[in-house]
Structure formats: structure tokens, C-alpha cells
T-cell receptor
Framework: NAGVMQNPRHLVRRRGQEARLRCSPM?????VYWYRQLPEEGLKFMVY????????ESGMPKERFSAEFPKEGPSILRIQQVVRGDSAAYFC???????????????FGPGTRLLVL | AQKVTQAQTEISVVEKEDVTLDCVYE???????LFWYKQPPSGELVFLIR??????QNEISGRYSWNFQKSTSSFNFTITASQVVDSAVYFC????????FGQGTTLQVKP
């Protein structure tokens, strides 16, 4: 049973370019979460999605960042016009829908390391 | 709002020593869930344990054990007879629908 898949594992972009990060949840998982790990800042929640719905985007920067989880295909975290401060590790996690709100275990992918030059 | 504090930034031990990583949480919820994750040098995040607030029984898994104390709002993690492969950053987290992480404790186990 494959785990959470993320690609690319490493991504280099120049300032002003767009970054697209992909996440395929574990089989049978319908919830996807994105987290960002900035140097010296720890892991911070960005967004929580279910298929075709954004449930909680309270951690997303208001500009340049967007996320989707379409009916078919992986979840995408998109960063437009990247700046150096966007350099970080971006982790995707998935969980099953057990009905225990807040109780689902989130399993993480290997992360995408984004470097903005 | 929930908050998780890991006061120990870095811990260094010699192999075979026991080590305890502290985690203190704050919450107003009566039902909540706590987690520990390990981030080895390779960078991935590995799930270790999930604990719900209404089950105070402590848990042991091999060399790992967890002590959940509601009275002190703590969920500490002990590694017995540490090994070099235990060297990693360990994160405690609370789940409110999203994970709130502590700052992490870097554990270095020296041979």
C-alpha cells in the first residue's frame, strides 16, 4: 500500500516564476493537508482539503498561494510569483475520514524542498 | 486555541542512555488528540503515536513509551536504551482538525 506521494522532491525556481507542488494521498484517504516547514519556524499548517472542497485555509498566505484537490488527480499547491521567502519544505499529509474530527492520523509524504533563487 | 510547547530545543545523549522528550499542550477542548512524529535527517515525517484525551493509559512500543498526564497537560516521550538511529527531530502535535506542532526537539545520540 503506497504511502503519500509528493513530487517533485526538489524544485528550484527563480523569483517571479510559478511553483506547482503535487500530492497524491494514500489509497482510501479523502482528506489532504498541506504544511510548510520554514527554517527556524517549525511546521505550520497551510490548508485542509477534501475532494473538490477547501475545508480550512486559515494558514494560507492571502496572496500568491492557492490549493486544490480535484475529483480526479492529485492535490496541487500552487505558488505564483515566488519570492526568496517561499523557500521551504512543503509537506502534504493525508488521512481517512473516520468521523473522529481531529482524531484522524495524518500520514505525511516525503516533502518538496522548494528553493527560490 | 491550542498550543504545543516543547521546551527542549536540543538534547544530546550517549548511546544506551534513556532520554525523555517533554511536551506540554494547552487546549480548551474536552476531547482532543495528541501525536508524536519523528523527522530523521533524511527529512520525512514519520508517525509514531496517536493518543486521545479520554484514554490515559500509557503506551509502550518496544523501546518507546509515552506518558500522558492530563493533570499536568503533558504528553512526554521516552526512548529507552537509545541508539544512534534514534537521532532525529521529534515533534509533538495536537489535532484540532489541523495539526498544531511544537517547535520540535533535536535528539542527538552519540556512539
Amino acid at each position: 500500500n503506497a504511502g503519500v506521494m509528493q513530487n517533485p522532491r526538489h524544485l528550484v525556481r527563480r523569483r517571479g516564476q510559478e511553483a506547482r507542488l503535487r500530492c497524491s494521498p494514500m489509497k482510501g484517504h479523502s482528506h489532504v493537508y498541506w504544511y510548510r516547514q520554514l527554517p527556524e519556524e517549525g511546521l505550520k499548517f497551510m490548508v485542509y482539503l477534501q475532494k473538490e472542497n477547501i475545508i480550512d485555509e486559515s494558514g494560507m498566505p492571502k496572496e500568491r498561494f492557492s490549493a486544490e484537490f480535484p475529483k480526479e488527480g492529485p492535490s496541487i499547491l500552487r505558488i505564483q510569483q515566488v519570492v526568496r521567502g517561499d523557500s521551504a519544505a512543503y509537506f502534504c499529509a493525508s488521512s481517512p475520514n473516520t468521523g473522529a474530527f481531529g482524531g484522524e492520523t495524518q500520514y505525511f509524504g516525503p516533502g518538496t524542498r522548494l528553493l527560490v533563487l | 486555541a491550542q498550543k504545543v510547547t516543547q521546551a527542549q530545543t536540543e538534547i544530546s545523549v550517549v548511546e544506551k542512555e534513556d532520554v525523555t522528550l517533554d511536551c506540554v499542550y494547552e487546549t480548551r477542548d474536552t476531547t482532543y488528540y495528541l501525536f508524536w512524529y519523528k523527522q530523521p535527517p533524511s527529512g520525512e515525517l514519520v508517525f509514531l503515536i496517536r493518543r486521545n484525551s479520554f484514554d490515559e493509559q500509557n503506551e509502550i512500543s518496544g523501546r518507546y513509551s509515552w506518558n500522558f498526564q492530563k493533570s499536568t497537560s503533558s504528553f512526554n516521550f521516552t526512548i529507552t536504551a537509545s541508539q544512534v538511529v534514534d537521532s532525529a527531530v521529534y515533534f509533538c502535535a495536537a489535532n484540532t482538525g489541523k495539526l498544531i506542532f511544537g517547535q520540535g526537539t533535536t535528539l542527538q545520540v552519540k556512539p
